[in-house]
């Protein structure tokens, strides 16, 4: 087999895992779509190790191994790109996708925007927000403070998340935004019951795929990678429940 063809092959694998990983797919499903699209193109002898922070890719040659590195330092939820990529995986295993045209494809959904709007994405955390209110037995008086409340936490994160690079730094400032306008509404006489604001409104910052995707690994028996997405998790929560007791410290 041509060795640029095998290095071809490999490109598409890691860069197919790369978007997956990125964007929220399990560890066991990142390694799985990156398999089966080498095994489509005729290369059985392959094997891949992927964890958090990064996927290692190698093809076993009768004369040489070919291994490469890439690393993963930013990671998002953008489901509809995981979509894609499967797609796509699923085109090159039933032989309608030449390597060229798929590495094609796969750069045009890594460098494709966010799937959805900003104003989307608020309205949705807003509105996801307020309804967890109602759902946790909420009065429906506190609907319209938790949208606000929820909108404003939602965008204070992205805002800051923008300049500070570090999650954690993030969601603990975003909470304290939270609480206090929580606080505010309250006090003011729009809002009733100030745990149920609060609740609702952090909820769209509480990392469920990612202690989903930690059970799902730890399941398929992906150890290092259901606990590094496991203290993520913890440490998201530290800080939403931190910045919301500090906001009760001072008020």
Known sequence: MDKQF???????????????????????????????????????????????????????????????????????????????????????????????????????IESAPFSFSLKLQWLAAALASACFVIMFNGSWQDFLPAFVTGGLGFLSFLAIHSLVSIKFVSEFLASIVIGFASYVFVRLGFGFEIDKIIIGSVMPLVPGLLITNAVRDLMAGHLVSSLSKGAEAFLTALAIGSGIAIVFTIV
């Open 6 to 108: 095998q290095y071809d092959v490999m490109k598409i694998c890691l860069l197919a895992g790369k978007i997956l990983l990125q964007n929220g797919a399990e560890t066991y499903r990142v390694e799985d779509t990156m398999l089966r699209i080498a095994a489509a193109f005729g290369i059985t002898k392959c094997d891949s190790f992927v964890i958090p922070t990064g996927i290692i890719f190698s093809i076993e040659t009768e004369k040489d191994d070919q291994t490469k590195l890439v690393r993963v330092s930013h990671r998002t939820t953008d489901l509809l790109k995981v979509t894609q990529v499967n797609r796509v995986s699923r085109d090159i295993t039933e032989g309608k996708l030449s390597t060229a045209d798929a590495y094609t494809l796969l750069q045009e």
